[in-house]
């Protein structure tokens, strides 16, 4: 065990979340550069239903094989328009995958609390709704307005406008997120703007990190 981290639990995890098109990416690549290590709960929910999971054979299984693409991945606009308005259906798929998705999250984390890095973070758009903000040890909200949000989000994929606010409909509000931070990205601003708040907040976080008490405020 590395000498700069006493024990399993002391190993510092900051969640990152934020709407889509916040930043949260663009967040974790700036930390990134300054040699700290994320996990991404977008992905894992990708890798649980890659073909050969179990959770693609138990969604194959319940809905037939034309949830499926030729290749044998998951069509997630069938799957989507399975559990749209769905309730049950959306509880059953939630069932089978959150609990991987979960595990293979605390897989991670474990990983990356072992290299010996200060801090690391958990990056993931349902950080409070989930529940997986009980795995970390303080809430990063990356905040944008929603103009900006839905601006950047059509920028990068190319998606309807109306697509886009549903989405966000879907997310928690805005207020609801910043209420539950313990600190905050205002990521309005250019990608300049991004790269000092993030170089500030590492400083605070090594510090934090090599400190007992980890309910400091941020400078
Ligand atoms: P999220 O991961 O929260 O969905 P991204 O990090 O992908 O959001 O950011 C959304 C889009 O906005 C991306 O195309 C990203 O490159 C861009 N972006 C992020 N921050 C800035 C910024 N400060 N200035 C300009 N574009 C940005």
Same mark, same amino acid.
């Given at each position: 065990?590395?000498?700069?981290?006493?024990?399993?639990?002391?190993?510092?995890?900051?969640?990152?979340?934020?709407?889509?098109?916040?930043?949260?990416?663009?967040?974790?690549?700036?930390?990134?550069?300054?040699?700290?290590?994320?996990?991404?709960?977008?992905?894992?929910?990708?890798?649980?239903?890659?073909?050969?999971?179990?959770?693609?054979?138990?969604?194959?299984?319940?809905?037939?094989?034309?949830? /499926?693409?030729? @290749? *044998?991945?998951?069509? %997630?606009?069938?799957?989507?328009?399975?559990?749209?308005?769905?309730?049950?259906? #959306? !509880?059953?798929?939630?069932?089978?995958?959150?609990?991987?998705?979960?595990?293979?999250?605390?897989?991670?984390?474990?990983?990356?609390?072992?290299?010996?890095?200060?801090?690391?973070?958990?990056?993931?758009?349902?950080?409070?709704?989930?529940?997986?903000?009980?795995?970390?040890?303080?809430?990063?909200?990356?905040?944008?307005?929603?103009?900006?949000?839905?601006?950047?989000? /059509?920028?990068? @994929? *190319?998606?309807?406008? %109306?697509?886009?606010?549903?989405?966000?409909?879907?997310?928690?509000?805005?207020? #609801? !997120?910043?209420?539950?931070?313990?600190?905050?990205?205002?990521?309005?601003?250019?990608?300049?703007?991004?790269?000092?708040?993030?170089?500030?907040?590492?400083?605070?976080?090594?510090?934090?990190?090599?400190?007992?008490?980890?309910?400091?405020?941020?400078?």
């Amino acid at each position: 065990m590395n000498a700069r981290i006493p024990g399993k639990d002391s190993a510092l995890v900051i969640g990152v979340t934020g709407g889509i098109g916040s930043g949260k990416s663009a967040v974790a690549e700036a930390f990134g550069e300054l040699g700290i290590d994320w996990v991404d709960a977008d992905h894992l929910a990708r890798e649980v239903v890659m073909p050969g999971e179990p959770a693609l054979a138990a969604i194959a299984e319940r809905y037939g094989p034309s949830i /499926l693409q030729p @290749d *044998g991945t998951l069509d %997630r606009r069938a799957l989507r328009s399975r559990i749209f308005d769905d309730a049950a259906e #959306r !509880r059953w798929l939630e069932a089978e995958t959150h609990p991987r998705i979960r595990q293979r999250l605390e897989q991670r984390l474990a990983r990356l609390r072992r290299t010996g890095a200060p801090y690391c973070l958990l990056v993931s758009p349902l950080l409070i709704e989930s529940g997986q903000h009980e795995l970390v040890d303080r809430i990063l909200v990356v905040d944008v307005p929603e103009a900006v949000q839905i601006q950047r989000t /059509l920028a990068r @994929d *190319g998606v309807e406008h %109306r697509q886009v606010e549903a989405i966000i409909e879907a997310q928690s509000p805005r207020a #609801r !997120r910043l209420a539950a931070a313990d600190d905050v990205i205002d990521n309005s601003g250019n990608r300049q703007s991004l790269h000092d708040q993030v170089a500030r907040l590492d400083a605070f976080y090594r510090q934090l990190a090599s400190s007992p008490n980890r309910h400091d405020t941020p400078p």
